[in-house]
Nanobody, 118 residues
Framework: QVQLVESGGGLVQAGGSLRLSCAAS????????MNWYRRVPGKQRELVAT???????NYADSVKGRFTISRDNAKNTVYLQMNSLKPEDTAVYYC????????????WGQGTQVTVSS
């Protein structure tokens, strides 16, 4: 089991920045990747950014060049630095962990609201 606690959401004006944090606890040794997703009501959940256990990162085209995912292994925490925010970035952001060696499990944070005003 992995427990995830998110923080850092809020209200910001367009062009501003926010940093989301997701602290993992529990059985963290078998985490293969940590991801940030977002969901807007009425739309499909979107994978925003991924950081693998190797440190490799990937981003959705919609956030490339503006968002940065990073990880502090000592704190078991993943971050999402969001710059140049746009109103269309408004969503509930969820931390997700891909876990397991021979089988794959997904664990989710509780979600944090990000609202970008125009």
């Amino acid at each position: 089991q992995v427990q995830l606690v998110e923080s850092g959401g809020g209200l910001v004006q367009a062009g501003g920045s926010l940093r989301l944090s997701c602290a993992a606890s529990g059985s963290i040794l078998n985490i293969r990747a940590m991801n940030w997703y977002r969901r807007v009501p009425g739309k499909q959940r979107e994978l925003v950014a991924t950081i693998a256990s190797t440190g490799n990162t990937n981003y959705a085209d919609s956030v490339k060049g503006r968002f940065t995912i990073s990880r502090d292994n000592a704190k078991n925490t993943v971050y999402l630095q969001m710059n140049s925010l746009k109103p269309e970035d408004t969503a509930v952001y969820y931390c997700n962990v891909v876990w397991g060696l021979t089988a794959t499990f997904h664990y989710w944070g509780q979600g944090t609201q990000v609202t970008v005003s125009s």
